[in-house]
């Protein structure tokens, strides 16, 4: 069993959970006014970030206490962030739609729900909470899976960040004609990073699609060569959760 298999054996054990307690969201969902759409916020110009709030990972354990997820959310919005995700995972990462729901209610940007998605509960429980974004990790799905999450979140107004790690995937990604593409140098199977999967897909992504570069960035360094090759976003947790100055580390990250 590779890790992400792990992963998502545990998201369906508590997602089992969660259903049993509310199995119907229909009417939260009837009662939700479609999001803004997060694309909008997109615009060309310097690098764009979606800061993480992530408390801990399959790979590193635990990144950060978090005491307070609102006030690091502000740090993130004030440093220029264009959105923010958070984690609500709970086993591996940390996470919780407590930590979701509080930022929220705080911050006015779009906000991705970082959760493994397999079911269409995964994505209405990000739409009634106000999410603008969510998760598709092509790896997870099967192509009749990965077609029909992707058309449900949109039908609800939100737009999907499509995952890929490799060739195959990308191909599989495209065939959805998404709006965001992640481009994750971790590989998912054994937790492997390597920079050159950026060097390999990113420049494959159309200039219309946002290609968001995801895992393992650090420095100005990367994320300029990350420009050069057609990086337009940047999704990054670790490195910001770990900052003495979160604001001064999106700026740096975005070369402002």
């Given at each position: 069993?590779?890790?992400?298999?792990?992963?998502?054996?545990?998201?369906?054990?508590?997602?089992?959970?969660?259903?049993?307690?509310?199995?119907?969201?229909?009417?939260?969902?009837?009662?939700?006014?479609?999001?803004?759409?997060?694309?909008?916020?997109?615009?060309?110009?310097?690098?764009?970030?979606?800061?993480?709030?992530?408390?801990?990972?399959?790979?590193?354990?635990?990144?950060?206490?978090?005491?307070?997820?609102?006030?690091?959310?502000?740090?993130?919005?004030a440093g220029g962030a264009t959105?923010?995700?958070?984690?609500?995972?709970?086993?591996?990462?940390?996470?919780?739609?407590?930590?979701?729901?509080?930022?929220?209610?705080?911050?006015?940007?779009?906000?991705?729900?970082?959760?493994?998605?397999?079911?269409?509960?995964?994505?209405?429980?990000?739409?009634?909470?106000?999410?603008?974004?969510?998760?598709?990790?092509?790896?997870?799905?099967?192509?009749?899976?990965?077609?029909?999450?992707?058309?449900?979140?949109?039908?609800?107004?939100?737009?999907?960040?499509?995952?890929?790690?490799?060739?195959?995937?990308?191909?599989?990604?495209?065939?959805?004609?998404?709006?965001?593409?992640?481009?994750?140098?971790?590989?998912?199977?054994?937790?492997?990073?390597?920079?050159?999967?950026?060097?390999?897909?990113?420049?494959?992504?159309?200039?219309?699609?946002?290609?968001?570069?995801?895992?393992?960035?650090?420095?100005?360094?990367?994320?300029?060569?990350?420009?050069?090759?057609?990086?337009?976003?940047?999704?990054?947790?670790?490195?910001?959760?770990?900052?003495?100055?979160?604001?001064?580390?999106?700026?740096?990250?975005?070369?402002?």
């Open positions: 069993m590779t890790v992400l298999d792990d992963i998502i054996l545990g998201v369906r054990e508590d997602l089992n959970s969660r259903k049993a307690l509310t199995p119907n969201l229909e009417d939260a969902i009837a009662r939700t006014p479609k999001p803004i759409d997060a694309l909008t916020k997109f615009i060309p110009g310097p690098l764009h970030v979606i800061a993480e709030v992530k408390r801990a990972s399959p790979s590193k354990g635990n990144l950060a206490e978090i005491i307070d997820p609102v006030a690091l959310a502000k740090n993130y919005v959105a923010i995700s958070v984690l609500t995972e709970a086993r591996r990462f940390k996470g919780s739609m407590a930590d979701f729901n509080s930022v929220r209610a705080a911050v006015g940007v779009p906000m991705l729900q970082k959760d493994f998605v397999v079911d269409r509960y995964q994505i209405e429980e990000g739409f009634i909470n106000g999410g603008n974004l969510f998760l598709l990790i092509v790896a997870a799905l099967n192509d009749e899976q990965l077609h029909g999450l992707f058309e449900y979140g949109q039908g609800l107004g939100m737009r999907a960040l499509v995952e890929v790690h490799d060739q195959k995937e990308l191909d599989r990604a495209k065939a959805l004609n998404p709006s965001f593409i992640g481009v994750n140098s971790r590989n998912l199977k054994d937790l492997s990073v390597d920079f050159q999967t950026f060097e390999k897909l990113i420049p494959q992504i159309d200039s219309s699609i946002i290609a968001v570069a995801e895992s393992g960035i650090a420095s100005r360094v990367e994320t300029k060569r990350l420009e050069e090759i057609g990086a337009k976003a940047i999704l990054v947790g670790e490195t910001l959760v770990r900052s003495k100055d979160p604001i001064e580390m999106i700026r740096e990250l975005r070369g402002i």
